[in-house]
């Protein structure tokens, strides 16, 4: 099946990107995840100040500044995984440093 | 159809044949519903078609005779109903071309083969994934055979309600791709403690109130059998059902008359022997070996009252030190109280009371109409009546059951 981890934080003190390339938790994950052959697409994305939300209202196009809702914790990283069951998407997701600092949300593909 | 070979099947009455379709309800649901889904992947028609053997059992035994073994018997006959209606449509061709097992039909006899899938059933149905109250609703559909509205009505629910969340639990596990399996070793504790807090849950609920709702307890202690029967390894499980077993003894003495009646003043003679007793032997070989754990611990506590002559002549303080290793093992503040009344009764009041008081500041029982409740009990030990008073005012405005209110208010009124 495939899933999609939802990387999130609430980006009070995120890593950088150099940060987050040398943490070793994060380097292990990688590794973990490369051996499985899981990781079918990932992204990490820039803070919640940089995200525009579109809106389309009666046939109106609107663009706001700011994430979709006003949550604790932002999506930081989206990462799609091949994985056999949820009990394997949970242990990969478990192992990824943000579990730890923020949360990961698991949301199956609908295919 | 599988039938016994002749001989063995005596034509047999309707009493007969409803006895036996209810004891096969009782013994046979869980496991029939398991190899069904085990087989199919398919909740529904697992369940419906279960359903529908029962039905064929009603119709069919009077005739045929009671077979030697109805499980085997319902199994067979449920899966040749799946395989049917897979036949019936296009998906489901599909699907019965995939499953060896349902192909290699009708030849395949293995009857005592049948390999029994009620703890795959269980784990999945205790998904942590899965919402609490969803994990509760499915053991007692799928393991238990309750229909929607009996779990509905336990629950206080309304069946629509109760029937989404069945439905929607159901939808996730097939779309979230919560496996149907055991847990691996190193899953297990932590799985294994979510499939016993469930089947404590519904005892509880059970427990709670002398009203329909007692089934539950029932369906939890049967539950909770066969769980320790398929772990026969595992020490909690049997913790868990000589707990269960413990508390389940001493029930019809906890109310009278609609008051409740506490451990000290219960009438220890209409305490039920036989339950003690098992639930003492049960203990006793989850505990020979050699691996404790938190309901074990809850276990061998009950042990204690339930075999002391009275309150007088029960061994607090070992009470007292049973409920430090629980909070060493399942720290709660609960747990934190009910040592405090056992240290209260070894060591003496005030030693009781400044635990209590610690809880109090502490502010982790903030609602708990146990903590008022037990503080106004030591108090009234003490002879401090003013202050008992305010606390027994205190726990009546939170009780939650009119028998516990009715209690409160019978000692308030002793003063």
Same mark, same amino acid.
């Given at each position: 099946?495939?899933?999609?981890?939802?990387?999130?934080?609430?980006?009070?003190?995120?890593?950088?990107?150099?940060?987050?390339?040398?943490?070793?938790?994060?380097?292990?994950?990688? *590794? $973990?995840? &490369?051996?499985?052959? !899981?990781?079918?697409?990932? /992204?990490?994305?820039?803070?919640? +100040?940089?995200?525009?939300?579109?809106?389309?209202?009666?046939?109106?196009?609107?663009?706001?500044?700011?994430?979709?809702?006003?949550?604790?914790?932002?999506?930081?990283?989206?990462?799609?995984? *091949? $994985?056999? &069951?949820?009990?394997? !998407?949970?242990?990969?997701? /478990?192992?990824?440093?943000?579990? +730890?600092?923020?949360?990961?949300?698991?949301?199956?593909?609908?295919? | 159809?599988?039938?016994?070979?002749?001989?063995?099947?005596?034509?047999?009455?309707?009493?007969?044949?409803?006895?036996?379709?209810?004891?096969?309800?009782?013994?046979?649901?869980?496991?029939?519903?398991?190899?069904?889904?085990?087989?199919?992947?398919?909740?529904?028609?697992?369940?419906?078609?279960?359903?529908?053997?029962?039905?064929?059992?009603?119709?069919?035994?009077?005739?045929?005779?009671?077979?030697?073994?109805?499980?085997?018997?319902?199994?067979?006959?449920?899966?040749?109903?799946?395989?049917?209606?897979?036949?019936?449509?296009?998906?489901?061709?599909?699907?019965?071309?995939?499953?060896?097992?349902?192909?290699?039909?009708?030849?395949?006899?293995?009857?005592?083969?049948?390999?029994?899938?009620?703890?795959?059933?269980?784990?999945?149905?205790?998904?942590?994934?899965?919402?609490?109250?969803?994990?509760?609703?499915?053991?007692?559909?799928?393991?238990?055979?309750?229909?929607?509205?009996?779990?509905?009505?336990?629950?206080?629910?309304?069946?629509?309600?109760?029937?989404?969340?069945?439905?929607?639990?159901?939808?996730?596990?097939?779309?979230?791709?919560?496996?149907?399996?055991?847990?691996?070793?190193?899953?297990?504790?932590?799985?294994?403690?979510?499939?016993?807090?469930?089947?404590?849950?519904?005892?509880?609920?059970?427990?709670?109130?002398?009203?329909?709702?007692?089934?539950?307890?029932?369906?939890?202690?049967?539950?909770?059998?066969?769980?320790?029967?398929?772990?026969?390894?595992?020490?909690?499980?049997?913790?868990?059902?000589?707990?269960?077993?413990?508390?389940?003894?001493?029930?019809?003495?906890?109310?009278?008359?609609?008051?409740?009646?506490?451990?000290?003043?219960?009438?220890?003679?209409?305490?039920?022997?036989?339950?003690?007793?098992?639930?003492?032997?049960?203990?006793?070989?989850?505990?020979?070996?050699?691996?404790?754990?938190?309901?074990?611990?809850?276990?061998?506590?009950?042990?204690?009252?339930?075999?002391?002559?009275?309150?007088?002549?029960?061994?607090?303080?070992?009470?007292?030190?049973?409920?430090?290793?629980?909070?060493?093992?399942?720290?709660?503040?609960?747990?934190?109280?009910?040592?405090?009344?056992?240290?209260?009764?070894?060591?003496?009041?005030?030693?009781?009371?400044?635990?209590?008081?610690?809880?109090?500041?502490?502010?982790?029982?903030?609602?708990?109409?146990?903590?008022?409740?037990?503080?106004?009990?030591?108090?009234?030990?003490?002879?401090?009546?003013?202050?008992?008073?305010?606390?027994?005012?205190?726990?009546?405005?939170?009780?939650?059951?009119?028998?516990?209110?009715?209690?409160?208010?019978?000692?308030?009124?002793?003063?």
């Amino acid at each position: 099946m495939r899933y999609v981890l939802l990387i999130c934080d609430d980006e009070n003190g995120s890593p950088s990107q150099e940060e987050l390339a040398v943490d070793p938790v994060h380097l292990a994950w990688k *590794e $973990a995840l &490369d051996e499985r052959r !899981a990781e079918l697409f990932g /992204a990490r994305l820039r803070p919640v +100040a940089d995200a525009t939300t579109v809106r389309v209202r009666d046939g109106e196009t609107l663009a706001t500044d700011g994430p979709f809702a006003e949550t604790k914790d932002f999506i930081g990283g989206v990462v799609v995984i *091949e $994985a056999a &069951d949820l009990d394997e !998407a949970i242990e990969i997701a /478990a192992g990824h440093p943000y579990a +730890a600092r923020g949360c990961i949300e698991i949301r199956p593909v609908w295919e | 159809m599988h039938r016994d070979p002749p001989g063995l099947g005596v034509t047999a009455t309707h009493d007969a044949v409803r006895a036996a379709v209810s004891a096969a309800y009782r013994d046979e649901w869980g496991q029939v519903v398991a190899t069904l889904i085990g087989q199919t992947q398919d909740w529904d028609l697992a369940e419906d078609c279960t359903q529908e053997a029962f039905e064929a059992a009603l119709a069919t035994w009077p005739r045929d005779g009671i077979p030697r073994r109805p499980g085997a018997w319902l199994t067979t006959t449920a899966r040749h109903r799946a395989t049917d209606r897979l036949r019936r449509d296009a998906v489901g061709r599909a699907k019965l071309r995939q499953l060896a097992v349902l192909a290699r039909e009708p030849d395949e006899p293995a009857v005592d083969e049948i390999p029994d899938d009620r703890l795959r059933l269980i784990f999945t149905c205790c998904h942590p994934a899965l919402p609490f109250e969803a994990r509760v609703a499915l053991t007692l559909r799928t393991l238990a055979g309750l229909s929607t509205a009996e779990i509905a009505k336990a629950f206080l629910t309304a069946e629509t309600t109760m029937a989404q969340r069945l439905v929607r639990a159901k939808r996730k596990i097939a779309e979230a791709g919560i496996p149907y399996r055991v847990p691996p070793a190193e899953l297990l504790p932590q799985r294994l403690a979510a499939v016993l807090g469930v089947l404590y849950l519904i005892f509880n609920e059970g427990y709670a109130e002398q009203d329909g709702r007692r089934a539950l307890t029932a369906e939890a202690i049967h539950l909770t059998r066969v769980l320790v029967r398929l772990m026969p390894h595992e020490p909690e499980p049997a913790g868990l059902l000589a707990l269960m077993l413990l508390h389940e003894s001493r029930r019809t003495s906890r109310i009278e008359a609609d008051v409740l009646v506490p451990l000290e003043h219960q009438d220890r003679s209409k305490w039920d022997r036989g339950l003690i007793d098992e639930g003492v032997a049960v203990l006793g070989q989850a505990m020979a070996m050699l691996r404790p754990g938190p309901y074990q611990v809850q276990a061998a506590i009950a042990v204690c009252h339930a075999t002391a002559p009275d309150s007088e002549r029960t061994n607090w303080r070992q009470i007292a030190g049973l409920y430090a290793e629980l909070a060493w093992l399942a720290p709660s503040p609960v747990v934190e109280l009910n040592r405090a009344v056992a240290i209260a009764m070894s060591e003496g009041i005030p030693a009781g009371l400044a635990l209590v008081d610690e809880l109090t500041e502490s502010g982790r029982l903030d609602g708990y109409y146990l903590l008022p409740a037990t503080k106004a009990d030591l108090l009234r030990r003490a002879g401090q009546v003013s202050e008992a008073k305010a606390a027994y005012k205190q726990a009546l405005e939170q009780a939650p059951t009119e028998a516990e209110r009715r209690y409160l208010a019978r000692r308030l009124d002793e003063f």
